[in-house]
T-cell receptor, first 114, second 115 residues
Framework: DAGITQSPRHKVTETGTPVTLRCHQTENHRYMYWYRQDPGHGLRLIHYSYGVKDTDKGEVSDGYSVSRSKTEDFLLTLESATSSQTSVYFC?????????????FGNGTRLTVT | GENVEQHPSTLSVQEGDSAVIKCTYSDSASNYFPWYKQELGKRPQLIIDIRSNVGEKKDQRIAVTLNKTAKHFSLHITETQPEDSAVYFCAASKGRSSGTYKYIFGTGTRLKVLA
């Protein structure tokens, strides 16, 4: 298994509170991604990073921000959580510098916003 | 924008029968097409992939075919077994000069293999 750790694994929070999810990798891959998974929508890209301090938006980025201060860590922040952000969040990594590289996923974080 | 459509959303087959899942992509620049299997409560895991310069790829009971002209690709599972029951996702990606970097996923197919 790829060395990807997501924390926390489960989180319950109230509407309006800030939340930060962490993804940590030990593979030294340049690319890291945050996806959310919801029934009927599959996996939707929130943000991704292609290097330290280099990030870009995905298809559902509104309400989310990210930071990557070092290669191994990619943080996803919900500045003010809403019920629509209740979801399962997956971090993924890839290494396209070596050619075509599939995504490898972490075990996910289940977030519930009440 | 970029889009991947996946059908069917649910599929039930008898054990031993074949299952086929189809995906269509919109971006003709896409050049890499992985398939992921996700068991209940677990992370998606890569099961097979295909590049745009190949028409078909097989790995034991699973195979993937690609039709670039029609912009669609399919997953074929033969001799299905109960452990094949899961949600399957297709994805499409296009590369920068140094390789693939961004993946768009289909909405998933829930496969049930009936014993």
């Amino acid at each position: 298994d790829a060395g990807i750790t997501q924390s926390p694994r489960h989180k319950v929070t109230e509407t309006g509170t800030p939340v930060t999810l962490r993804c940590h990798q030990t593979e030294n891959h340049r690319y890291m991604y945050w996806y959310r998974q919801d029934p009927g929508h599959g996996l939707r890209l929130i943000h991704y990073s292609y290097g330290v301090k280099d990030t870009d938006k995905g298809e559902v980025s509104d309400g989310y921000s990210v930071s990557r201060s070092k290669t191994e860590d990619f943080l996803l922040t919900l500045e003010s959580a809403t019920s629509s952000q209740t979801s399962v969040y997956f971090c993924a990594i890839s290494d396209p510098d070596r050619g075509i590289s599939p995504l490898h996923f972490g075990n996910g974080t289940r977030l519930t916003v009440t | 924008g970029e889009n991947v459509e996946q059908h069917p959303s649910t599929l039930s087959v008898q054990e031993g029968d074949s299952a086929v899942i189809k995906c269509t992509y919109s971006d003709s620049a896409s050049n890499y097409f992985p398939w992921y299997k996700q068991e209940l409560g677990k992370r998606p895991q890569l099961i097979i992939d295909i590049r745009s310069n190949v028409g078909e790829k097989k790995d034991q009971r699973i195979a993937v075919t690609l039709n670039k002209t029609a912009k669609h690709f399919s997953l074929h599972i033969t001799e299905t077994q109960p452990e094949d029951s899961a949600v399957y996702f297709c994805a499409a990606s296009k590369g920068r000069s140094s390789g693939t970097y961004k993946y768009i996923f289909g909405t998933g197919t829930r496969l049930k293999v009936l014993a």
